[in-house]
């Protein structure tokens, strides 16, 4: 009875067990390939899966998330034979699990070892300058070679990033010297080219200085003589003005005597200022009779008078008859 017993116990424990061993959970973002009896049979979803032990077994797993793989640095040859180390990044996928499984046998090692090569083929078609200046076509065009070429594998790149390129220590030597002669002509430019500014704004500025200036001085003498000529003609109308009262009021009764006796005040008054001014004078004889010199001024206004009627009456295109 006891070994009946523990007969059965063992028949139940590995029912249990074969029950257990054929209980799969597959994680999310996984995929499990089973292979029943030695051949792909079918690919387990997330979650509980069945399998029949012994029969059916997990051969491959795989994550479907996206990961990241060192490139490691390797030499690389420019197109002018410029020796480079370069590495990088390669960040890539699964995306079809049973071609990952069966097309290839170590597919992340086969994509490393292609990025590597392609890498290098890019570099050789460029310029030691280039390599620096077009990072990110290099990158582009690694990422399409690499998934040009693995399309059977099932796996897909998503982008590869160099992280960097070391040149030998003689041409970093030369580029250090060639940015520095580069620096120092840049310097040399924007120094002659603010030179070159601040001599054509000195030379704009004087510019302007003098013709503002001679606009000013234009200004100043048109205002002047529009200042004079409008004096002169309200001095003009003045004299007229004044002559012709003079004349009106000569016309009035008693009017030449009013003129007579002004021009008698002035002749004194001008031989009074006469004495004051020289030394030297040059006088009439009879400077003593104050008389004589108002009849002697009345006698030169009236021949004045007199000559201008006279020569109202004439022609100026004919002679006088004696």
């Not at 000529?229 to 004044?242: G, Q, T």
Request: charged share 20%.
């Amino acid at each position: 009875m006891e070994f009946d017993a523990l007969f059965y116990l063992v028949i139940a424990f590995s029912g249990v067990l074969m029950v257990w061993k054929g209980i799969k959970i597959v994680p999310q973002q996984s995929a499990w390939i089973v292979e029943k009896l030695g051949k792909f049979d079918r690919k387990l979803e997330p979650g509980l899966n069945f399998l029949i032990p012994f029969i059916e077994r997990v051969a491959y797993r795989h994550s479907l998330k996206e990961f990241a793989f060192e490139v490691q640095e390797q030499p690389a040859i420019t197109r002018y034979n410029v020796t480079l180390m370069i590495d990088g990044i390669l960040y890539m996928r699964v995306i079809d699990p049973v071609q990952a499984s069966y097309g290839v046998n170590d597919p992340v090692y086969a994509v490393t070892q292609l990025a590597q090569t392609t890498m290098r083929s890019e570099i050789g078609k460029l310029a030691l300058d280039q390599c620096f200046e077009e990072r990110e076509q290099l990158n582009s065009n690694i990422v399409n070679s690499i998934n040009q070429a693995s399309q059977t594998w099932g796996i897909q790149c998503m982008r590869y990033e160099i992280k960097n390129i070391t040149p030998p220590t003689t041409v970093l030597k030369a580029m250090e010297l060639q940015m520095a002669a580069e620096r120092q002509k840049r310097a040399e430019i924007l120094q002659s080219e603010g030179q070159r500014q601040s001599k054509i704004n000195i030379a704009e500025a004087d510019k302007q200085q003098v013709v503002l200036e001679s606009e000013g001085a234009m200004t100043d003498q048109v205002n002047r003589a529009r200042g004079e000529a409008e004096a002169l003609r309200e001095v003009a109308k003045a004299n007229a003005e004044s002559i012709l009262l003079v004349a009106n009021a000569i016309e009035q009764t008693g009017g030449e005597k009013a003129v007579a006796m002004k021009i008698a005040e002035q002749y004194v008054s001008a031989f009074e200022k006469l004495a004051k001014s020289s030394t030297t004078l040059l006088l009439p004889a009879n400077t003593g009779d104050a008389a004589s010199m108002v009849a002697q001024a009345l006698a030169v206004f009236g021949q004045i008078r007199g000559g201008t009627s006279t020569m109202e009456t004439i022609s100026p295109w004919q002679k006088p008859q004696a």
